[in-house]
């Protein structure tokens, strides 16, 4: 199953996707019939709305969730009622709290039993509330059978800071340059994602996730980017571990 959409790079939302998508998925009701169900689906959001499949899939990995494409996830999911989905490319974080996750709500999260979500900000989320966003993930996935879940969220891009991004440093390290010197926090403030993501209660989210989703057995929650750092939650068995790389911006 190709339809090569999901290669086509930064193009934007083309009206005819619909249709496709409603030709293929009228092809698969009766009499033409349609597979039963699929063992797994592993490529780009915008292909497997276009195939406009209509069984259900176990395993689904989704890629290239730019924002505009979005919008294709409820439907998608809808049909598929996966038991584990991977989404490892979600770009942006800026869109509304209230509706970024009702994808997991109702049939599209009905059978889930693991989640891993990849979250990356883009230059214009810099006044994105995190907790919100992760208060709505919790949420939306009130009702799910979920058993695992792994949220990796990226803000690295936002570091105002000049030449501190993940990128600067690696590029540094290959070319063997000099670190630049250290930045006064007065000149660079936190930006409100810094700020909301360095206060997010991690350990205290996933503990009442955990309450919240009775079958949740395994959680690690990742947010990076936190000028040079990194915070991870992981929750096994109960328990909540909470891991500090490098520093926090609002402990320096």
Request: net charge negative; proline share 7%.
């Amino acid at each position: 199953m190709h339809t090569g959409e999901g290669e086509a790079g930064d193009t934007t939302d083309s009206p005819h996707y619909g249709s496709q998508r409603y030709k293929n998925v009228v092809a698969q009701t009766p009499p033409n019939g349609a597979w039963r169900e699929l063992e797994e689906f592993a490529g780009a959001l915008v292909d497997l709305y276009i195939l406009g499949v209509t069984c259900p899939i176990d395993r689904v990995q989704l890629g290239a969730l730019r924002r505009d494409h979005r919008y294709m996830l409820d439907p998608v999911l809808s049909y598929a009622r996966p038991r584990h989905l991977i989404l490892y490319d979600w770009q942006g974080l800026s869109e509304s709290p209230a509706t970024a996750f009702l994808a997991f709500q109702g049939r599209g999260g009905s059978r889930l039993e693991s989640l891993r979500v990849d979250l990356w900000a883009l230059e214009e989320d810099a006044d994105v509330d995190v907790a919100a966003i992760m208060e709505s993930l919790m949420s939306s996935l009130a009702h799910a059978p979920l058993r695992s879940l792994s949220i990796d969220m990226s803000i690295d891009i936002l570091d105002p800071q000049p030449d501190h991004s993940s990128h600067a440093r690696m590029l540094r390290e290959f070319l063997g340059s000099p670190s630049p010197p250290p930045v006064d926090p007065q000149d660079c403030p936190l930006l409100l994602v810094e700020r909301s993501a360095d206060e997010f209660d991690m350990a205290d989210y996933v503990r009442r996730f955990a309450r919240l989703v009775p079958t949740l057995r395994q959680t690690t929650i990742r947010i990076s980017g936190l000028r040079g750092g990194w915070r991870r939650v992981k929750l096994k068995d109960g328990e909540a571990m909470l891991e500090v790389a490098a520093h926090s911006p609002s402990r320096t």
